[in-house]
């Protein structure tokens, strides 16, 4: 009987693979070649996720311009905008679709993590991807259907963060069943750096549309990521052994702050793979979510995360507009669209050197919680300055929001990612390996929380009051950080003492 359940569960490679001829009789060989795969080709999956939802942040200037102000300078000549966004509430109206958008990805978050530890992750981003391209471009569709209804747009965000949650507890899962912990945080540092990416992307597609055809802001990163999601069904193995390539070696670095080698009994089941053992059967349960919070230091980073994707998602969603509403030309008119979706870039280019540099400096350490708080301190100033100094000039917001992105984005890309992984294969599962995708959705979800609230905040808060609003949001923003921080207070002690131990 046992063996013929081990036939039944014997994994298969991706449709697409199966039709094309061997790699390599190699074992090694083939082995490197797929995480050489693994490595890029997620990177792109999740990189098209975060394509698709920076478009609204482009979108936002042409949206809310208001044809009935007696002051449109803001906007410069071409001022069209699209209602119900460009009246005197167009910043609280954009500020509920990121809103709800976020709302619906925290909270399917947890049910995603949920399924993605029951599911073949293969098929289950795929169902992701295709609804999330269908529901970006369902905005644009509101071009052509002429619909101006707020509750349209509302039900489309809403089922669009549904689809996104699908994206990050799989890539997040399948990472970890690929890569070992030695340098995880170097190689997740890197391919974290996928969300800058798309988001440099997102912003390159919808500023070049933004202008005139704002529906195909939206629709074009639609087809992107609906495209890769049927590639992902046809090529993405998510673990091993479906390909028959070698296991990860890890080493054996308990990076959630316990020292001791993990037991035995993970060695096993992480020499077996996650998925399936070497034999194709199952090696353990999927974890459930109270058992997933009893892990130490996941409450804890989940509630720094929530502050910390706070600041992270207010750039992300509103860093367009408010360079176009500060930032003047050398005529002295302000920078139009297609510019100002350019400038936000460099946010996101400081975001991967972060990235990187925070995934170097904790494996190094080989303490966590020290290289996150480190850097969320340094982003304190950083913010406090971009406040004074970014609108001065077009060299100002490019260096000032580099450096942003820079503090910014590397504690948020470390703890979604290397930490994510390293708790979701902690000592305390007692080799369980099936708690990898609940884990980086409880993270994840409960920064989603946060990422909801900011964008919310900063509509209300820059539209409050036209002459102090923006520097209010600078002072939110700060104050998050300060709280992300304090919020590892416990880890960062505890760190420090293992650092002088072993000093």
Wanted: proline share 4%.
């Amino acid at each position: 009987m046992e063996d013929e359940l081990d036939v039944v569960m014997e994994p298969k490679p991706p449709l697409g693979i199966r039709c094309l001829p061997p790699v390599t009789d190699d074992v090694k060989k083939k082995s490197r070649l797929y995480r050489g795969f693994i490595l890029v080709f997620t990177f792109f999956i999740y990189a098209s996720y975060h394509l698709s939802r920076k478009a609204i942040s482009v979108v936002k200037n042409a949206w809310s311009c208001n044809q009935n102000s007696t002051d449109n300078s803001s906007y410069g000549t071409n001022c069209t905008g699209w209602k119900p966004f460009d009246g005197d509430h167009s910043k609280v109206y954009l500020g509920s679709l990121d809103t709800s958008f976020l709302i619906a990805y925290a909270v399917a978050m947890f049910f995603s993590g949920h399924l993605g530890d029951r599911m073949n992750l293969r098929y289950f981003l795929m169902i992701g991807m295709l609804g999330s391209g269908l529901f970006t471009a369902a905005l644009g569709f509101a071009h052509f259907l002429n619909i101006h209804v707020l509750a349209y747009f509302v039900v489309v965000q809403v089922l669009g963060g549904m689809f996104q949650s699908t994206g990050w507890p799989s890539v997040v899962a399948i990472m970890a069943n690929w890569f070992g912990r030695g340098n995880r945080g170097l190689i997740m540092g890197i391919w974290n750096s996928h969300t800058s990416v798309g988001n440099i992307l997102g912003s390159l597609i919808a500023g070049y549309f933004v202008h005139f055809y704002w529906q195909w802001s939206f629709i074009v990163p639609g087809l992107i990521i609906g495209s890769l999601g049927i590639l992902a069904a046809l090529f993405l193995p998510t673990d091993p052994s479906e390909v028959d390539a070698l296991p990860p070696n890890h080493h054996h670095h308990d990076f959630s702050g316990d020292t001791n080698p993990l037991i035995n009994a993970e060695r096993a089941s992480i020499s077996s793979g996650v998925s399936f053992t070497s034999t194709g059967s199952q090696s353990s349960r999927a974890v459930g979510l109270c058992k997933a919070l009893r892990i130490p230091g996941v409450v804890e980073y989940s509630v720094s995360l929530f502050f910390a994707k706070l600041v992270a998602y207010t750039f992300l969603y509103w860093l367009p507009f408010y360079i176009h509403s500060t930032l003047k030309d050398s005529a002295g008119n302000p920078v139009s669209k297609t510019m100002a979706a350019y400038f936000s870039t460099f946010f996101d280019i400081g975001g991967i050197v972060g990235s990187i540099a925070i995934g170097y400096l904790s494996d190094r350490l080989k303490l966590r919680g020290i290289a996150c708080v480190l850097m969320t301190v340094l982003s304190i100033p950083a913010l406090f300055f971009y406040e004074l100094y970014g609108g001065e000039s077009e060299k100002m917001t490019i260096v000032l929001s580099s450096i942003c992105g820079f503090f910014l984005n590397g504690p948020y890309a470390l703890v979604t990612t290397a930490v994510s992984a390293d708790l979701g294969t902690h000592k305390s599962l007692e080799g369980n390996e099936k708690a990898k995708a609940m884990v980086a959705a409880i993270i994840d979800g409960t920064g989603s929380i946060g990422a909801a609230v900011g964008p919310f905040l900063t509509g209300w808060v820059a539209g409050s009051d036209s002459e102090t609003g923006w520097k209010n949001v600078f002072y939110m923003l700060i104050a998050a950080s300060a709280l992300s921080g304090l919020l590892l207070t416990r880890i960062l002690v505890r760190d420090i003492r293992r650092l002088i131990k072993r000093c």
